[in-house]
């Protein structure tokens, strides 16, 4: 069996993770990202690195 090779891309390094989400959730952020051109990858990652950013300024 092969094992996966870590993805190199323009931005680095990125490692895989997984998520469960309600089918519905999942259906609507599909829905989201096709209606901006953009992709479900890139509405977390941007998600997140504002809920990171957000919780510095608290502290």
Do not use: C, F, W
């Amino acid at each position: 069996m092969a094992k996966d090779k870590p993805t190199k891309s323009a931005d680095g390094d990125k490692k895989n993770t997984s998520l469960r989400l309600d089918r519905k959730t999942l259906k609507a952020l599909k829905i989201r990202a096709i209606e901006e051109d953009t992709s479900v990858q890139k509405i977390i990652e941007r998600l997140v690195e504002d809920y990171l950013s957000d919780s510095k300024k608290k502290n």
